[in-house]
């Protein structure tokens, strides 16, 4: 007996299994690359931030140093000590003659040196008023003739 013609398969298996292989080292490749840019990138971010670090400890004894100088140079003798030396008879104000501001630049509620400043603010325009009618007539005359 005869037996039928059988199909040969000409693709072979080898070809198939290298574009597998090709495609995986590929991949491979492409991985590694990213892993690559990646580990740069993240080298690359740590040395500015240990640049930043630095700075910021440099910039904090810069203020540590001028805060305490600040405090050396406001201290009340070394005040007291310059305002004999330049010849200026002033003091130390009184708690009353001191304002303290908000970050707005308004003064703080409920400060006596406030309302102090405000009397005498009212007290100064209540004067001006009663002075300008006088100037007014006095001007009004130098015009006319």
């Known amino acids: 007996m005869r037996r039928g013609v059988r199909k040969v398969n000409r693709h072979s298996r ?8 090709v495609a995986l080292i590929v991949t491979g490749f492409a991985m590694l690359m990213c892993y ?15 640049k930043a670090e630095k700075q910021y400890k440099q910039l904090t004894r810069e203020g540590e140093r001028v805060a305490s100088r600040w405090t050396e140079l406001m201290a009340v003798d070394r ?7 330049f010849g200026l008879e002033m003091g130390i104000p009184r708690a009353d003659q001191i304002v303290r501001m908000t970050s707005e630049g308004r003064p703080l509620p409920g400060q006596i ?7 005498r603010m009212a007290a100064a325009n209540v004067a001006q008023a009663s002075i300008e009618p006088q100037q007014r007539k006095r001007s009004m005359r130098g015009k006319i003739r």
């Open 14 to 21: 080898f070809t198939v299994n290298s574009a597998g292989v």
């Open 36 to 50: 690559w840019m990646l580990g740069m990138r993240c080298t690359s971010i740590a040395h500015d931030l240990e």
């Open 79 to 85: 005040l007291q000590e310059r305002l004999v030396r």
């Open 113 to 119: 040196a406030v309302a102090r400043a405000r009397e």
